[in-house]
C-alpha cells in the first residue's frame, strides 16, 4: 500500500522507483463513480453478449491500437516509469501479451460452442452463457499482460467488464484501458482507479465476477466478501515455485536458469524461481556456477536498452526482502553473494543464499525479490518433499537427464504449472493455474475460458419421442 500519510485525499500518488522521486497524482475513483461504471457496464450487456465474430474483431482490433509503434513504446515508457521494468522487457510485456490474442479467440470459441447429446429419448443441449460484468483486479508486477489475460477472456467470452489497475501503476493502467476500450462500445470495459478500499468497494458492486491476480491475503479478502452474494471467482495467487536440480541435470543451463529467473524483473515474478533445491552430490558446483552467472546480471537504470534489473517496485517490497535476508542470516544461511542496496531509488542488487533451511522466512514465504535461495537435499524423495512441503503450489521446475525418471519427479510435484528442464509458465492451449493456495479456479485453455461462463442444460423430447 501506499503511505497514506502523504497521500491526499482522493488521490493516488505515484513515486518512480529507480530515483525515488514522485511521478504523478491520480485521481481515485469516488464510490459514487464505482456504481455508475458498474451501471454503465451492465447497460452494455445485451449487444456485446450478442456476436462472437463482432467482438473478436473488436478484440483483435484493441491489440493493434496498443502494438502500434508510438502507443506501444508510450506505454512500456510507462511501465518502466511506475514500476521499473527495464525497458526492453516492458516492451516484450506488451508485445507478447498481445500475441497471444488469437489463441484466446480460438479457445473462446470453442468454449462457446453448445454441446448436444442425447439419452432415453431426450435432447439434452449445454449452452454456455456469459455470466454478466466482471471485475478485474490486477498487480502491479505485469501492468499488462496480466490484466490483459482476464479483460480478454472475459471480454471474448461475451461479459463486459471494469478494469481496476494497481495503484502503483495507475498511469500504465489507464493508457492500456483507453487503447483497448476505444471501439468497444460504450460501458463495455469500465476503468476505476485506486487501492484496496476502492478494489473493495468494486468487489462489494453489482457485479457478477472477479477475475483477481495478487496476493493471498487480498485473494482470502476478496473470497470473504464475495460470499454475500455468491460472485463467481477467479483468483491467480502468489507462489513459492521451486526448481530441483538433480544429479545428471545440465548443470550450466540448470544455473542458468536459477540465476535469470530469481533475478527477473528484480525478482518480482509470481512464476519464477523462489527456492532452488539441490541434490547435495551436486550442490557445490551448481552454487558455484549460479554465482558466476548472477555476477553477469546488468543491474542499473531502467528505461536503458542495456539494463537488464531494475530497482523493486517500492521501498516497503524492499524491506520486505532484506527482512526475510536478516532472518536467513540469523538462521545460519550462507551469503554466497551479498547484494547491497542502491539509492536513490529502491534497488536491491542480486543476492545467492546457500544452505537455507525450511525455518527460515525465505524458505517458507514468498520473496518476491532478486535472491537465489539454494537448499540441500540429500536425496530424490527428500528434494520432493521440500518442494511439497509449502501451501503454495503455483510454478515448480524439475532438472535432471532428459526422459522417463526426471519426467516422473516432476508428475510428484505439487504445482498447478512444472516445467522439465526448461522454465515453467503454461504452454499455449494449457490452464493457467495454482495448485493450493496459489490460486482458485484458473484462465487460458477452454476450460480456462469456460470459468468466465455459466453452463445451462436444457432437456427435451427428441423429436421422434415425442410424436
Ligand atoms: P495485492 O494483493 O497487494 O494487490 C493486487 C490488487 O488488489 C491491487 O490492484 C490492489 O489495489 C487490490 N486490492 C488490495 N486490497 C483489496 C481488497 N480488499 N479488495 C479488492 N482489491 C484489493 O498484490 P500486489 O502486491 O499488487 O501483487 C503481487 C502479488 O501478486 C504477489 O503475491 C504475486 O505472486 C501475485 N501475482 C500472481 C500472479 C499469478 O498469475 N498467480 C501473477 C502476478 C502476480
Redesign the pocket.
Known amino acids: 500500500m501506499l503511505p497514506s500519510m502523504q497521500t491526499p485525499a482522493g488521490m493516488i500518488r505515484t513515486v518512480n522507483p529507480a530515483t525515488g522521486a514522485p511521478l504523478a497524482e491520480v485521481p481515485e475513483s469516488t464510490p459514487a463513480q464505482v456504481k455508475e461504471v458498474v451501471a454503465r457496464a451492465r447497460a452494455a450487456r445485451g449487444s456485446w453478449a450478442a456476436d462472437f465474430e463482432a467482438r473478436a474483431r473488436a478484440l483483435r482490433a484493441a491489440t493493434q491500437r496498443v502494438t502500434e509503434a508510438a502507443a506501444l513504446e508510450a506505454l512500456a515508457r510507462s511501465i518502466t516509469a511506475e514500476m521499473g521494468k527495464p525497458i526492453t522487457e516492458a516492451r516484450a510485456e506488451i508485445r507478447g501479451a498481445m500475441s497471444r490474442i488469437d489463441g484466446y479467440i480460438d479457445r473462446a470459441r470453442a468454449a462457446l460452442a453448445d454441446e448436444r447429446g442425447s439419452e432415453h429419448g431426450l435432447d439434452v443441449v449445454v449452452s454456455w452463457r456469459p455470466l454478466g460484468v466482471v471485475a478485474v ?6 501492468p499488462v499482460a ?1 490484466p490483459f489475460n482476464l479483460l480478454a477472456a472475459a471480454l471474448l467470452t461475451g461479459n463486459t467488464a471494469i478494469f ?5 501503476t495507475p498511469q500504465t493502467g489507464a493508457t492500456l484501458h483507453a487503447l483497448l476500450a476505444e471501439g468497444l462500445g460504450e460501458g463495455v470495459l469500465g476503468l476505476v482507479q ?3 478500499a476502492v ?2 468497494a ?2 462489494a458492486s453489482d457485479v457478477d465476477m472477479i477475475a ?7 485473494g482470502q ?2 473470497m470473504r ?1 464475495a460470499a454475500g452474494s455468491m460472485k463467481r471467482l477467479v483468483l ?4 513459492k515455485d521451486p526448481m530441483i536440480v538433480l544429479p545428471g541435470a545440465d548443470l550450466a543451463a540448470a544455473a542458468r536458469h536459477a540465476a535469470r529467473e530469481s533475478v527477473r524483473n528484480a525478482g518480482q515474478v ?2 519464477s524461481v523462489e527456492r532452488v533445491i539441490v541434490h547435495r552430490d551436486i550442490a557445490d558446483e551448481f552454487t558455484r556456477r549460479v554465482a558466476e552467472e548472477v555476477a553477469r546480471v546488468r543491474v542499473g537504470a531502467p528505461e536503458l536498452e542495456g539494463t537488464e534489473m531494475g530497482p523493486m517496485v517500492s521501498e516497503g517490497q524492499r524491506a520486505r526482502v532484506l527482512a526475510q535476508l536478516v532472518d536467513a542470516r540469523e538462521k545460519g544461511a550462507k551469503f554466497v553473494v551479498e547484494g547491497a542496496c542502491r539509492g536513490p531509488g529502491f534497488f536491491l542488487e542480486p543476492t545467492v543464499l546457500d544452505d537455507v533451511t525450511t525455518d527460515m522466512i525465505i524458505a517458507r514465504e ?1 520473496t ?1 525479490g532478486p535472491v537465489v535461495a539454494i537448499e540441500r537435499a540429500d536425496d530424490t524423495e527428500r528434494a520432493i518433499a521440500l518442494a511439497n512441503d509449502s501451501h503454495y503450489g ?1 510454478g515448480a521446475s524439475v532438472w535432471g537427464p532428459e526422459g522417463a525418471e526426471t519426467e516422473a519427479v516432476a508428475d510428484r510435484v505439487e504445482a498447478g504449472m512444472v516445467g522439465v528442464n526448461r522454465g515453467l509458465s503454461a504452454a499455449a492451449g494449457a490452464p ?1 493455474v ?1 495448485w493450493k493456495m ?2 482458485y479456479g484458473y484462465t487460458r485453455s477452454v476450460a480456462g475460458m469456460r470459468q468466465f461462463l455459466q453452463p445451462r442444460s436444457r432437456t427435451s423430447k427428441t423429436h421422434d419421442a415425442a410424436r
Open positions: 483486479i490486477a498487480p502491479w508486477n505485469y496480466t481496476k489497475p494497481s495503484e502503483y485506486g487501492g484496496g478494489g473493495a468494486l468487489v483477481f491476480t495478487g496476493s493471498i491475503a487480498t479478502a476478496i466478501e491467480e495467487l502468489g507462489g509470481c512464476v514468498e518476491f503455483l493457467w495454482g496459489s490460486g
